[in-house]
Protein backbone atom coordinates (compact mmCIF):
# COMPACT_ATOMS: atom_id res chain seq x y z
CA UNK A 1 0.00 0.00 0.00
CA UNK A 2 0.93 3.76 -0.81
CA UNK A 3 0.20 6.12 1.66
CA UNK A 4 0.39 9.89 2.13
CA UNK A 5 -0.73 11.27 4.84
CA UNK A 6 -1.06 14.96 5.09
CA UNK A 7 -1.56 16.75 8.87
CA UNK A 8 -0.17 20.14 10.19
CA UNK A 9 -2.92 22.27 9.05
CA UNK A 10 -4.80 24.49 11.42
CA UNK A 11 -6.33 27.93 11.67
CA UNK A 12 -3.59 31.25 11.54
CA UNK A 13 -3.86 34.22 11.92
CA UNK A 14 -2.22 36.40 8.79
CA UNK A 15 1.31 36.78 9.48
CA UNK A 16 1.41 33.38 11.42
CA UNK A 17 3.03 30.33 10.45
CA UNK A 18 2.14 26.75 9.60
CA UNK A 19 4.05 24.02 9.19
CA UNK A 20 2.63 20.68 6.55
CA UNK A 21 3.70 17.40 7.30
CA UNK A 22 3.50 14.21 4.77
CA UNK A 23 4.09 11.03 5.58
CA UNK A 24 4.79 8.53 2.98
CA UNK A 25 4.81 4.81 3.45
CA UNK A 26 5.15 2.35 0.45
CA UNK A 27 7.52 4.80 -1.71
CA UNK A 28 10.74 6.00 -1.00
CA UNK A 29 11.82 9.04 -1.65
CA UNK A 30 14.61 8.56 -3.90
CA UNK A 31 12.32 7.62 -6.29
CA UNK A 32 8.99 9.86 -6.24
CA UNK A 33 9.18 13.68 -6.05
CA UNK A 34 6.91 14.96 -2.83
CA UNK A 35 4.89 18.09 -2.65
CA UNK A 36 1.57 19.85 -1.76
CA UNK A 37 -1.13 20.90 -3.79
CA UNK A 38 -3.72 22.96 -2.99
CA UNK A 39 -7.26 24.15 -3.64
CA UNK A 40 -9.41 26.75 -2.52
CA UNK A 41 -13.05 26.72 -2.64
CA UNK A 42 -14.17 28.05 -6.43
CA UNK A 43 -10.38 27.35 -7.12
CA UNK A 44 -8.63 25.45 -9.61
CA UNK A 45 -6.04 22.55 -7.95
CA UNK A 46 -2.56 24.53 -7.41
CA UNK A 47 0.84 23.37 -7.32
CA UNK A 48 2.25 24.76 -4.28
CA UNK A 49 5.29 23.08 -3.80
CA UNK A 50 7.42 19.61 -4.09
CA UNK A 51 11.12 18.52 -3.90
CA UNK A 52 13.48 15.83 -5.29
CA UNK A 53 15.97 14.13 -3.29
CA UNK A 54 17.45 12.05 -5.82
CA UNK A 55 17.42 15.51 -8.24
CA UNK A 56 18.37 17.63 -5.14
CA UNK A 57 16.06 19.98 -6.26
CA UNK A 58 13.04 22.04 -5.25
CA UNK A 59 9.92 24.02 -6.93
CA UNK A 60 7.99 26.95 -5.42
CA UNK A 61 5.03 28.31 -6.65
CA UNK A 62 5.70 32.42 -7.44
CA UNK A 63 2.70 33.31 -4.82
CA UNK A 64 4.81 31.46 -2.28
CA UNK A 65 8.53 32.01 -3.05
CA UNK A 66 10.45 33.49 -0.03
CA UNK A 67 7.52 32.31 2.39
CA UNK A 68 7.34 28.58 1.98
CA UNK A 69 10.20 25.98 2.50
CA UNK A 70 9.75 22.32 1.27
CA UNK A 71 12.75 19.75 2.89
CA UNK A 72 12.60 16.40 3.56
CA UNK A 73 13.53 13.88 6.48
CA UNK A 74 14.91 10.77 4.20
CA UNK A 75 14.77 8.80 7.61
CA UNK A 76 11.24 9.43 8.58
CA UNK A 77 10.39 9.22 4.96
CA UNK A 78 8.33 12.21 5.66
CA UNK A 79 8.42 15.63 3.75
CA UNK A 80 7.81 18.55 5.55
CA UNK A 81 6.51 22.43 4.45
CA UNK A 82 6.69 25.29 6.22
CA UNK A 83 5.08 28.15 6.02
CA UNK A 84 5.81 31.40 7.03
CA UNK A 85 3.75 34.76 6.38
CA UNK A 86 0.50 33.39 5.95
CA UNK A 87 -1.78 35.41 3.94
CA UNK A 88 -5.98 34.83 3.57
CA UNK A 89 -5.35 34.04 0.20
CA UNK A 90 -3.17 31.00 1.45
CA UNK A 91 -6.51 29.26 3.00
CA UNK A 92 -7.19 26.14 1.33
CA UNK A 93 -7.15 21.91 1.13
CA UNK A 94 -3.75 21.11 0.95
CA UNK A 95 -2.58 17.80 -0.41
CA UNK A 96 0.47 15.44 -0.25
CA UNK A 97 0.90 14.32 -3.51
CA UNK A 98 3.80 11.83 -4.81
CA UNK A 99 5.22 11.65 -8.85
CA UNK A 100 7.80 9.47 -10.92
CA UNK A 101 8.86 12.79 -12.12
CA UNK A 102 9.82 16.04 -11.09
CA UNK A 103 10.41 19.21 -13.04
CA UNK A 104 12.01 22.04 -12.17
CA UNK A 105 9.72 25.08 -13.38
CA UNK A 106 6.13 23.21 -12.43
CA UNK A 107 4.24 21.05 -10.45
CA UNK A 108 1.92 19.50 -12.51
CA UNK A 109 -1.09 17.04 -11.42
CA UNK A 110 -1.01 15.52 -14.42
CA UNK A 111 2.23 13.45 -13.15
CA UNK A 112 0.99 12.59 -9.83
CA UNK A 113 0.93 8.98 -9.29
CA UNK A 114 -0.33 9.40 -5.63
CA UNK A 115 -2.85 11.53 -3.83
CA UNK A 116 -2.80 11.67 0.10
CA UNK A 117 -5.85 13.04 2.25
CA UNK A 118 -6.06 16.88 2.77
CA UNK A 119 -5.03 18.95 5.41
CA UNK A 120 -7.19 22.25 6.00
CA UNK A 121 -5.03 25.73 6.21
CA UNK A 122 -7.26 28.57 7.55
CA UNK A 123 -5.35 32.28 7.56
CA UNK A 124 -7.94 34.28 8.98
CA UNK A 125 -7.30 38.50 8.43
Known amino acids: DVQLQASGGGLVQAGGSLRLSCAAS????????VGWFRQAPGKEREGVSS????????YYADSVKGRFTISSDTAKNAVYLQMNSLKPEDTAVYYC??????????????????WGQGTLVTVSS
Open 97 to 114: AASSVFMADYWNDYDVNY
Open 26 to 33: GISLDNYA
Open 51 to 58: ISVSDDAV
